[in-house]
Antibody
Framework: EVQLVESGGGLVQPGGSLRLSCAASGFTFSSYWMYWVRQAPGEGLVCVSRIKSDGTTEYADSVKGRFTISRDNAKNTLYLQMTSLRADDTAVYFC???????WGQGTLVTVSS | DVVMTQSPLSLSVTLGQPASISCRSSQSLVHSDGNTFLNWFQQRPGQSPRRLIYKVSNRDSGVPDRFSGSGSGTDFTLKISRVEAEDVGDYYC?????????FGGGTKVEIK
């Protein structure tokens, strides 16, 4: 059974940084593209980044230059390093497995002073 | 970037009656490999999204057959043949053909 468990969310001040993690199990992590999708409170879904199985990364324009996606295949873990955080980055961040689009439970990031 | 436009914004449906959600993309979703990567997701209140339909019309494992997807090119539809109480929630289309991936704005389904 695919399991994706996000962690690392919390309250951070504008301009601050945070690193999200997603522990994956139940599948061969290294073989799959992985995604981070966020959902602002009461809003829709936005894909902010993806990393292919070969390590190639892509970003939405709204986070390019501020967020970095990475993966550690030895630890079956996906990361999202977020810097220069802004109020409009406030959202639940979901880790998503490619192909089957299995989702984690999400972790809430709140950017506020 | 591709823009996905869903309608209606909300739908109030009597139990046992059909429901239909439309999704339109700003450009063709036909990939160079011939596939059309149009997915439908359901998000029940307080839960993570769950994929229902992939590549326009393929139901995911465990998805009831009252859900069906259709369409081509830039116009797509999700149909629920007979709405049940457990179908309450938000529904999103998503294109996976072009980066950045894009979701529709969502359709809220409630029971009348």
């Amino acid at each position: 059974e695919v399991q994706l468990v996000e962690s690392g969310g919390g309250l951070v001040q504008p301009g601050g940084s945070l690193r999200l993690s997603c522990a994956a199990s139940g599948f061969t992590f290294s073989s799959y593209w992985m995604y981070w999708v966020r959902q602002a409170p009461g809003e829709g879904l936005v894909c902010v980044s993806r990393i292919k199985s070969d390590g190639t990364t892509e970003y939405a324009d709204s986070v390019k230059g501020r967020f970095t996606i990475s993966r550690d295949n030895a630890k079956n873990t996906l990361y999202l390093q977020m810097t220069s955080l802004r109020a409009d980055d406030t959202a639940v961040y979901f880790c998503v497995k490619g192909i089957s689009w299995d989702w984690g439970q999400g972790t809430l990031v709140t950017v506020s002073s | 970037d591709v823009v996905m436009t869903q309608s209606p914004l909300s739908l109030s449906v009597t139990l046992g009656q059909p429901a239909s959600i439309s999704c339109r993309s700003s450009q063709s979703l036909v990939h160079s490999d011939g596939n059309t990567f149009l997915n439908w997701f359901q998000q029940r209140p307080g839960q993570s999204p769950r994929r229902l339909i992939y590549k326009v019309s393929n139901r995911d494992s465990g998805v009831p057959d009252r859900f069906s997807g259709s369409g081509s090119g830039t116009d797509f539809t999700l149909k629920i043949s007979r709405v049940e109480a457990e179908d309450v929630g938000d529904y999103y289309c998503m294109q996976g053909t072009h980066w950045p991936l894009a979701f529709g704005g969502g359709t809220k389904v409630e029971i009348k």
